[in-house]
Every structure is written in structure tokens, then in C-alpha cells.
């Protein structure tokens, strides 16, 4: 699947993966779905960045740089939901980083949700990894997620109004963000409060990432 790309994405990759405490060999799995990204890209505008490379760092790295903070989820078994996808970003790299990780990927557009079925199928990643073509408000799995991530979706208001109803009773939002979303944090609902913020590093991009934890507060 890798034969349209470059022939220097594997070791900027092998490298952009040791950087973030991956196993190099993730390279191989991620570059067939950056291959089937791309070709899929021509036809149908999934995403508006073109360039492979700039796609490596900006989608595959950038999704990856949270993954430390799976541990958790991963061992417990629960699921994760990742709140209008796209293409499956964070999503499908996620899934293939960490292959205990359940992940239900979900997004209302048609062209998108087609790609993400292929995707599935061709990357292999089914069982664990399903796509709800569905508005997130109309997702009708109350409770039935120990987490939710978003990556550049909506406000953390916004996103907790239309998928907080998703979480378990302790589960949280891993928002992804640029800079410190302070005013966001200012304005999260009543019932919601941040618990842990951490500043994200990802490899080949100098722009500032960090990855927002909220989850119900606890009742003083």
C-alpha cells in the first residue's frame, strides 16, 4: 500500500515514533493508512492538508502524541469514542499504536464514514475498532464510554454538550488542543471540571499542542 508515498516518510516516521516512545515497526501499518489516505484524499477532500509529509507530522504524529494517556482505558478494557473523526484522526492511529485500545469512531459525513468503513476493513483493525456514521448528539449509547477525545472539533463546551452523555459516570474528555484553552476552561458547564492539563510534544511541529482531561466534578 505504501508504494505512492515518498520513500523518506518510513525513517521520519521510525524517528517521530522513537521520539514519542513508540515501536518503530508502527511505521509499516501507519503508512498504509496514510497511503489509503492520500488516494482516497484526491477523490473526495477528506482533509485540506495534501502533502504527505506535512500529513505525517500534522495527522499521524500529532494524533499519536497522546497516546501515553491510554494506559488507563487500554488496561481497563474500555472503550474509547473519537468525536467527529474525519478520517479517522486521532482515532485509527491511536488504534494501531495501541492494539488493546477499543475505539468507535464517529462522524455524520457519508464520504467520510465510507472511508473509515474501508479503512477498518483494509487496516484490519475490526472487531475493536467500529464507525457510527451519526451526529455525535444522536449517538445513543449513554454511559457507554470510559472516555471521548476530540482533535480541533468544537469548543470543550461544546463538545461535552454534545457528547458528555457518552461517558461513564467517571469517564473523561481528552481534548486536543493548540494553546491553552483558558477561556474554554472558564466557561466548561456546571458539573464539569478539568483535571489534569498536559502540554503535548509533537516531533517536526513547533507549534504548541496541549491535551485537556475533564471529567464530572466531584461533589465537595
Given at each position: 500500500?505504501t508504494?505512492?508515498?515518498?520513500s523518506d ?7 517521530g515514533?522513537?521520539a514519542l516512545?513508540?515501536?518503530?515497526a508502527?511505521a509499516a501499518?501507519?503508512l498504509?493508512?496514510l497511503?489509503l489516505?492520500t488516494?482516497?484524499?484526491r ?8 502533502d504527505?509529509r506535512e500529513?505525517l507530522?500534522?495527522?499521524?504524529l500529532?494524533s ?21 473523526t474525519?478520517?479517522g484522526l486521532?482515532g485509527?492511529?491511536?488504534?494501531i ?5 477499543r475505539v468507535?469512531?464517529v ?8 472511508f473509515l468503513?474501508e479503512?477498518?476493513?483494509k487496516l484490519?483493525l475490526?472487531?475493536?475498532v ?6 455525535i448528539e444522536a449517538?445513543?449509547?449513554?454511559g457507554?464510554?470510559?472516555a ?5 472539533l468544537?469548543?470543550l463546551p461544546?463538545i461535552?454538550?454534545?457528547g458528555?452523555h ?5 469517564g473523561v474528555l481528552?481534548?486536543?488542543k493548540?494553546?491553552?484553552?483558558v477561556g474554554?476552561i ?8 478539568v483535571?489534569?492539563r498536559?502540554?503535548l510534544?509533537?516531533p517536526?511541529l513547533?507549534?504548541?499542542r496541549?491535551?485537556?482531561?475533564v ?6
Open positions: 500500500m508504494e505512492t508515498l515518498p516518510l518510513r525513517p521520519t516516521l521510525e524517528a515514533l522513537r516512545e513508540l515501536d518503530p508502527l501499518p501507519l498504509d493508512y497511503a489516505l488516494r482516497w484524499n477523490a473526495y477532500n477528506l482533509t485540506a492538508i495534501r504527505p500529513m507530522v500534522k495527522h499521524l500529532d499519536l502524541a497522546m497516546h501515553r494517556h491510554l494506559d488507563a482505558i487500554e488496561a481497563a478494557g474500555g472503550e474509547l469514542a473519537d468525536l467527529g474525519g478520517p486521532p485509527i492511529p491511536l488504534a499504536a495501541r492494539p488493546g485500545l468507535a469512531l462522524e455524520s459525513n457519508g464520504k467520510k464514514a465510507r468503513r479503512a477498518v476493513r484490519g475490526a472487531p475493536r467500529r464507525v457510527l456514521e451519526s451526529r449517538v445513543d449509547e449513554p457507554g464510554f470510559a471521548i477525545t476530540a482533535r480541533a468544537a469548543t461544546l461535552l454538550e454534545l458528555g457518552l461517558l461513564v459516570a467517571d481528552l481534548a486536543m493548540g494553546a491553552d484553552p474554554e472558564d466557561a466548561l458547564p456546571a458539573g464539569w471540571a483535571r489534569a498536559h502540554r510534544d509533537v517536526g513547533e507549534a504548541e496541549h491535551l485537556v482531561v471529567g464530572r466534578a466531584v461533589p465537595g
